[in-house]
Structures are given as structure tokens and as C-alpha cells.
């Protein structure tokens, strides 16, 4: 019940909640590393006040105050540290030792936590991903998705670590700084704080020119991953069509649109921090003129001077500092946007009273409708498939076979009033998503290979798998010989994609690995149609001898693939043009007549009829 709790929160997730979700198990660190920041602040406030004493009351005539007067009595007094003004030297050391010490803490439990932070961010980021629909999988691009769990999870941590806990240390030295200087010398402070409000209004102004510019190139940015990983993925096909000037110039193209973004951000970045340099440089100089003069005239002495410089320099610091963060809000806002997108996308989720039937039995279809956006695929289609019956759907590109398959395994969602999918009775939407996936054994048109080795590929749906089973599967696939003739056999690497297998072996793997399911229900999705026709013969030989009582569904453009099965069902457009067994569908005069002539006196490719 804990995570159902989560994830439903993760849906409304604003900028700060989510951050703070994030922080939940590295908040530990950051509170250590701010407690050592105010600690160094407060020992860099204490040496210019030793300065400053040490030139006014030790070596000047000013006197001591009376806790210091009794604190150094013990030892002998002023005199004797007039005399020994190594000591002085020694407490500046220590002071510098401790702060060093919580320097360091600072930097240890600042990293940890960063790290901390990082890491859960890209957890949390790949899980939710995981669970996301296929639907909003098909609406992001894979680059810009990668781009946004590390980029910008990166500039999230950096602005954290960097800014967030610094803010803590900067209200302390202002604070501090403001004190000491006050009691120092009052006009002098007054000038000094004038220089505050200019750098907060053009922080303030800077904050939506820097935003949007951010935005643009982190967009920008995404769309150039997106080009360098399809062509990454797709070098084959680049290369197979000479196409290599044409994405050379494409990524060149977004590459400069990128390039001049940041140039145009960095000329609002050098205007922002010229600025700053601008009008702290002439802070400093009007506090050095005026304090010089100061002390001519008697109202301030020399070790105030000293020491007020020394706090004005502690002051101008975290003055500038907050207008870096503001600064750098405005990236990080950018990013965390982003990221707050995917966080605040709703998760597949199961009716609270999903069930887990038995999913031996018939399928059935009833009146399904569908539609991509405003794009029509599937229009009041009804059939049935009794289980442990062998179904083919035959229909030309677009006619929507892998659409029907898409909505049985749950990878898109029927609406409610677009008709029901019902197996042995019991209507999918009302089952658990990942009891229906188990339950279906799917190979898609498109066989997707993890870069690894044959047989972790064939095996990766149990973690029970053993090499006899995995054999079996491949014998059953027709890829066990081929397999075995490789050098290192089923230990030998698949590239990524499987790009070091032929299409045909890359089919049948993928259809070894569906076997190893087990499944009461099996989808072929075309899944032959790299392999040559005798090949596919005796894979569906094979099937049928091995299937045992599963349904069996076969997608395909071949005829002779289809024409064993049971009852054949031909789509076109959408609508159920034909259906009926071989035998049945040859006396008619229809689509699948015409298929079946074609291919018995023509090539396969030029039929017009594929997945």
C-alpha cells in the first residue's frame, strides 16, 4: 500500500515537493555540510576582529575590552603579548585550522550528499519511466528523455549542492558582516549596503532573459541527442543508403542552432556577471577612499579600517553569490521542469480490484474501435478465437493486425465505449497488466536484442533458465545451429540491437526467447518475415508440435504462413474484409484469393500485402 501511496503523489508533484521527495535520503548530508558552512562563516568572522584588536589595543593605545583584559590578565597582560606577538599569530593559525576542518566536512558531506541525491534522482526517474505507458513512450522522443534524466538531473544536483546549501552561509556572513561593520562605523556601512538593491535588480531582471535562453538550448539539446542516438542505432541503414553527408549536415545543422543558443546565453551571462564585477569593483573602491579618509580625520582607526574591509570583502562575496543563484535558478528551474514532467506522468495503474484469471480460454473481440489521435485504425471489429486454436490475420500495411495485438497485451488502452477484449470471459481491463503480459507471449515485428550474449538474451525471461532449456527454445525457433556454429556458440555477444546477427537470426531468437515463456496464449507479429519460406515452414512445424494447448496467433503477409491455421482472418482498413479457414477463403473470390494468386505467381515484394 506504501508504493501505491507514492506513486499517486508522484502525479502532482510541484518544483519544491519534488525536490524535496528527492532529498529524502541524502537530507542527512546536507544538513552536516551546512552545519560546517555556518561553522566556517562564524570562524572567518573572528580574524579580522583578532586583527583589528591586535592593531588598535596591542599594538596601538586603544584599550582591551574587559573579558579580554581578564581573559589575557592570566598570562600577563597586554605587555607581556605586545612582547610575544607570536601567540597572536598561533590563535590566527588554529582558527585557520578549524576552519580548514569544517571546510572539509563541508566539501565530504556536501559530495556525499550530491552523490546521494543523483543517485535517487535517476532511480526514481528509471523506474517511473519503466512504468509509463506505451503511449507516452511513442510520444517522447528517446533522446530528449535520456537527455532530461541526465543533464538535467545533473544540473538539479549542481544547483543543490552549489547553491542551495550555501544559502545558510551567506545569510550568516551578511548577517555578521552587517553587525560588525555597524559597530564599526555606520556611514561607512550605509555606503556600503547601497550597492545591494542595484545587484538585486539586475539579478532580478537577468533571472527571465537567462530562463528562457536556458530553456531554448536545453529543448535544443535534446532534439541533437535524439539525431546523434538514432544515428548511433541506426548506422546500418545510414550506411546501407550512402545517407552519411546527409546526417553528417542534419547534425551539423542542429549542432550550430545549439552552439549559437549558448552563445547568445553566454553574451546575457558575460553582461550579468560584468555587471556584478562592475558595480562590486566600484563598491570596493568607494569603501577604500572613504575609510582612508575616515581615518585621516580621527573617526575611525586603523585597525577598524582593517577589519572593515576585511567584513566589506565578506559581504560583497555572498551579495554576489545570491545573484549567481538567482542566476542559476533559472537553469536549474529549467530542469527541474523537465524532470517534473516525467515525474507528474501518469503511471500505468490496475483497477484497485484487478484480477489474475485463468487466461486459458477463448478471445474474444467485441465491437473494438480505435484510433491514434484523430488518425481511424480499427472500427467495430468483433471475431472470436476459440483457445488452443491456431488464428491468422492477414492485411495490407495499416489495416491494423498489430493493433489488435497491441490492445490484447494492454501496451495501449481500449476506452470504455470503444467495445471490450474479453479471454475465457473475463474482460482484460479489469486483470492485472503485468498478469496479461506474462500470460501473452509476444514477438514483434521489430526484434529488439540486448547487448548481450545469445543466451542471457534467449533466457532473460526467468531467472531459472538453464542451457538445455534455452537449447530447446532454439531448437523449437530453428536458430540452434546456427547459434552453435558461432566460436563462442551461445556465449557470444550480440552487438547493440543485434546488429552482429542476420535479420532472419534475430527473428528467431527473439522467437526462442517468447517460448522460454511458456505462455497459454503465443503472438507471431510478422515475426517471420526475414527468414526464407523453408525455413518458416519448419518453424511452424515445429510450433505446432511444441505449442501443446496454447492459442497461437500468427500475423503475417505470407499466405503459405497463415494457411494451416484454423480459421484466417483478412483486415482492410480496418474492417474484417474475409474470414474463414484456407479452404474456405479460396472459394471465395476475395482479398485473400488475390493475395494467394499473387504470391503463388509473383515475388513476395511486390504483393503490396506486408506487417
Same mark, same amino acid.
Given at each position: 500500500?506504501?508504493?501505491?501511496?507514492?506513486?499517486?503523489?508522484?502525479?502532482?508533484?510541484?518544483?519544491?515537493?519534488?525536490?524535496?521527495?528527492?532529498?529524502?535520503?541524502?537530507?542527512?548530508?546536507?544538513?552536516?555540510?551546512?552545519?560546517?558552512?555556518?561553522?566556517?562563516?562564524?570562524?572567518?568572522?573572528?580574524?579580522?576582529?583578532?586583527?583589528?584588536?591586535?592593531?588598535?589595543?596591542?599594538?596601538?593605545?586603544?584599550?582591551?575590552?574587559?573579558? &579580554?583584559?581578564?581573559?589575557?590578565?592570566?598570562?600577563?597582560?597586554?605587555?607581556?603579548?605586545?612582547?610575544?606577538?607570536?601567540?597572536?599569530?598561533?590563535?590566527?593559525?588554529?582558527?585557520?585550522?578549524?576552519?580548514?576542518?569544517?571546510?572539509?566536512?563541508?566539501?565530504?558531506?556536501?559530495?556525499?550528499?550530491?552523490?546521494?541525491?543523483?543517485?535517487?534522482?535517476?532511480?526514481?526517474?528509471?523506474?517511473?519511466?519503466?512504468?509509463?505507458?506505451?503511449?507516452?513512450?511513442?510520444?517522447?522522443?528517446?533522446?530528449?528523455?535520456?537527455?532530461?534524466?541526465?543533464?538535467?538531473?545533473?544540473?538539479?544536483?549542481?544547483?543543490?549542492?552549489?547553491?542551495?546549501?550555501?544559502?545558510?552561509?551567506?545569510?550568516?556572513?551578511?548577517?555578521?558582516?552587517?553587525?560588525?561593520?555597524?559597530?564599526?562605523?555606520?556611514?561607512?556601512?550605509?555606503?556600503?549596503?547601497?550597492?545591494?538593491?542595484?545587484?538585486?535588480?539586475?539579478?532580478?531582471?537577468?533571472?527571465?532573459?537567462?530562463?528562457?535562453?536556458?530553456?531554448?538550448?536545453?529543448?535544443?539539446?535534446?532534439?541533437?541527442?535524439?539525431?546523434?542516438?538514432?544515428?548511433?542505432?541506426?548506422?546500418?541503414?545510414?550506411?546501407?543508403?550512402?545517407?552519411?553527408?546527409?546526417?553528417?549536415?542534419?547534425?551539423?545543422?542542429?549542432?550550430?542552432? +545549439?552552439?549559437?543558443?549558448?552563445?547568445?546565453?553566454?553574451?546575457?551571462?558575460?553582461?550579468?556577471?560584468?555587471?556584478?564585477?562592475?558595480?562590486?569593483?566600484?563598491?570596493?573602491?568607494?569603501?577604500?577612499?572613504?575609510?582612508?579618509?575616515?581615518?585621516?580625520?580621527?573617526?575611525?582607526?586603523?585597525?577598524?579600517?582593517?577589519?572593515?574591509?576585511?567584513?566589506?570583502?565578506?559581504?560583497?562575496?555572498?551579495?554576489?553569490?545570491?545573484?549567481?543563484?538567482?542566476?542559476?535558478?533559472?537553469?536549474?528551474?529549467?530542469?527541474?521542469?523537465?524532470?517534473?514532467?516525467?515525474?507528474?506522468?501518469?503511471?500505468?495503474?490496475?483497477?484497485?480490484?484487478?484480477?489474475?484469471?485463468?487466461?486459458?480460454?477463448?478471445?474474444?473481440?467485441?465491437?473494438?474501435?480505435?484510433? +491514434?489521435?484523430?488518425?481511424?485504425?480499427?472500427?467495430?471489429?468483433?471475431?472470436?478465437?476459440?483457445?488452443?486454436?491456431?488464428?491468422?490475420?492477414?492485411?495490407?500495411?495499416?489495416?491494423?493486425?498489430?493493433?489488435?495485438?497491441? &490492445?490484447?497485451?494492454?501496451?495501449?488502452?481500449?476506452?470504455?465505449?470503444?467495445?471490450?477484449?474479453?479471454?475465457?470471459?473475463?474482460?482484460?481491463?479489469?486483470?492485472?497488466?503485468?498478469?496479461?503480459?506474462?500470460?501473452?507471449?509476444?514477438?514483434?515485428?521489430?526484434?529488439?536484442?540486448?547487448?548481450?550474449?545469445?543466451?542471457?538474451?534467449?533466457?532473460?525471461?526467468?531467472?531459472?533458465?538453464?542451457?538445455?532449456?534455452?537449447?530447446?527454445?532454439?531448437?523449437?525457433?530453428?536458430?540452434?545451429?546456427?547459434?552453435?556454429?558461432?566460436?563462442?556458440?551461445?556465449?557470444?555477444?550480440?552487438?547493440?540491437?543485434?546488429?552482429?546477427?542476420?535479420?532472419?537470426?534475430?527473428?528467431?531468437?527473439?522467437?526462442?526467447?517468447?517460448?522460454?515463456?511458456?505462455?497459454?496464449?503465443?503472438?507471431?507479429?510478422?515475426?517471420?518475415?526475414?527468414?526464407?519460406?523453408?525455413?518458416?515452414?519448419?518453424?511452424?512445424?515445429?510450433?505446432?508440435?511444441?505449442?501443446?494447448?496454447?492459442?497461437?496467433?500468427?500475423?503475417?503477409?505470407?499466405?503459405?504462413?497463415?494457411?494451416?491455421?484454423?480459421?484466417?482472418?483478412?483486415?482492410?482498413?480496418?474492417?474484417?474484409?474475409?474470414?474463414?479457414?484456407?479452404?474456405?477463403?479460396?472459394?471465395?473470390?476475395?482479398?485473400?484469393?488475390?493475395?494467394?494468386?499473387?504470391?503463388?505467381?509473383?515475388?513476395?515484394?511486390?504483393?503490396?500485402?506486408?506487417?
Amino acid at each position: 500500500m506504501k508504493i501505491k501511496k507514492n506513486e499517486s503523489e508522484q502525479q502532482s508533484y510541484t518544483k519544491v515537493s519534488l525536490i524535496l521527495d528527492f532529498l529524502r535520503g541524502s537530507i542527512r548530508y546536507f544538513i552536516i555540510s551546512i552545519f560546517s558552512a555556518l561553522c566556517v562563516a562564524g570562524l572567518d568572522m573572528l580574524s579580522p576582529q583578532l586583527i583589528r584588536t591586535t592593531v588598535d589595543c596591542i599594538l596601538g593605545d586603544n584599550e582591551l575590552p574587559e573579558f &579580554l583584559m581578564n581573559l589575557i590578565g592570566n598570562i600577563g597582560g597586554v605587555d607581556y603579548i605586545r612582547t610575544h606577538l607570536w601567540l597572536i599569530g598561533c590563535a590566527i593559525i588554529i582558527l585557520a585550522v578549524f576552519s580548514g576542518v569544517f571546510r572539509y566536512l563541508f566539501m565530504l558531506f556536501n559530495t556525499k550528499g550530491a552523490e546521494s541525491l543523483v543517485e535517487t534522482m535517476r532511480n526514481r526517474l528509471f523506474s517511473h519511466i519503466q512504468r509509463l505507458p506505451f503511449s507516452w513512450h511513442m510520444q517522447n522522443q528517446t533522446g530528449d528523455i535520456i537527455q532530461r534524466c541526465t543533464s538535467d538531473v545533473d544540473m538539479v544536483k549542481n544547483f543543490v549542492s552549489e547553491q542551495l546549501t550555501s544559502v545558510f552561509r551567506i545569510v550568516i556572513l551578511i548577517v555578521l558582516s552587517l553587525f560588525f561593520m555597524l559597530s564599526m562605523n555606520p556611514k561607512l556601512t550605509l555606503v556600503a549596503l547601497t550597492a545591494i538593491p542595484v545587484i538585486i535588480a539586475y539579478s532580478a531582471y537577468f533571472h527571465s532573459k537567462i530562463s528562457s535562453q536556458f530553456t531554448k538550448c536545453d529543448e535544443n539539446e535534446g532534439i541533437l541527442s535524439t539525431i546523434a542516438q538514432e544515428n548511433l542505432t541506426g548506422v546500418r541503414v545510414v550506411r546501407a543508403f550512402g545517407r552519411e553527408k546527409y546526417e553528417k549536415d542534419r547534425f551539423e545543422k542542429q549542432n550550430n542552432i +545549439y552552439t549559437n543558443l549558448w552563445i547568445r546565453l553566454c553574451r546575457f551571462l558575460a553582461m550579468f556577471w560584468g555587471a556584478g564585477d562592475l558595480i562590486s569593483g566600484l563598491q570596493v573602491m568607494l569603501i577604500v577612499i572613504l575609510g582612508a579618509v575616515f581615518c585621516v580625520r580621527g573617526s575611525m582607526t586603523a585597525g577598524e579600517f582593517i577589519a572593515f574591509i576585511s567584513y566589506n570583502a565578506m559581504l560583497t562575496w555572498p551579495v554576489r553569490h545570491l545573484g549567481r543563484m538567482i542566476s542559476e535558478m533559472s537553469k536549474a528551474g529549467v530542469s527541474i521542469e523537465r524532470i517534473r514532467y516525467i515525474m507528474n506522468s501518469p503511471a500505468e495503474r490496475d483497477k484497485p480490484d484487478a484480477i489474475t484469471p485463468d487466461m486459458r480460454g477463448d478471445i474474444e473481440f467485441q465491437n473494438v474501435s480505435f484510433s +491514434y489521435g484523430d488518425i481511424p485504425v480499427l472500427s467495430n471489429v468483433s471475431f472470436k478465437i476459440p483457445h488452443g486454436t491456431t488464428f491468422g490475420i492477414l492485411g495490407s500495411t495499416g489495416s491494423g493486425k498489430s493493433t489488435l495485438m497491441h &490492445l490484447m497485451n494492454r501496451l495501449y488502452n481500449l476506452p470504455k465505449e470503444n467495445g471490450r477484449i474479453t479471454i475465457g470471459g473475463v474482460d482484460i481491463a479489469d486483470m492485472k497488466g503485468s498478469w496479461v503480459r506474462s500470460n501473452i507471449g509476444m514477438v514483434l515485428q521489430e526484434s529488439f536484442l540486448f547487448s548481450r550474449t545469445i543466451a542471457e538474451n534467449i533466457g532473460i525471461t526467468r531467472k531459472d533458465m538453464n542451457l538445455s532449456d534455452i537449447r530447446r527454445a532454439a531448437s523449437i525457433a530453428c536458430i540452434d545451429d546456427a547459434i552453435s556454429e558461432f566460436t563462442n556458440g551461445y556465449d557470444t555477444m550480440v552487438g547493440e540491437r543485434g546488429v552482429t546477427l542476420s535479420g532472419g537470426q534475430k527473428q528467431r531468437t527473439a522467437i526462442a526467447r517468447m517460448l522460454t515463456q511458456h505462455t497459454p496464449i503465443m503472438v507471431f507479429d510478422d515475426s517471420l518475415s526475414a527468414v526464407d519460406s523453408e525455413t518458416d515452414a519448419k518453424i511452424r512445424q515445429a510450433l505446432r508440435k511444441n505449442s501443446g494447448n496454447s492459442t497461437v496467433i500468427l500475423i503475417s503477409h505470407r499466405v503459405t504462413t497463415l494457411m494451416q491455421a484454423e480459421c484466417i482472418m483478412v483486415l482492410d482498413k480496418g474492417l474484417i474484409a474475409e474470414m474463414g479457414s484456407h479452404d474456405e477463403l479460396m472459394k471465395k473470390d476475395g482479398i485473400y484469393r488475390r493475395i494467394y494468386d499473387m504470391q503463388m505467381t509473383l515475388p513476395e515484394e511486390v504483393t503490396g500485402y506486408g506487417a
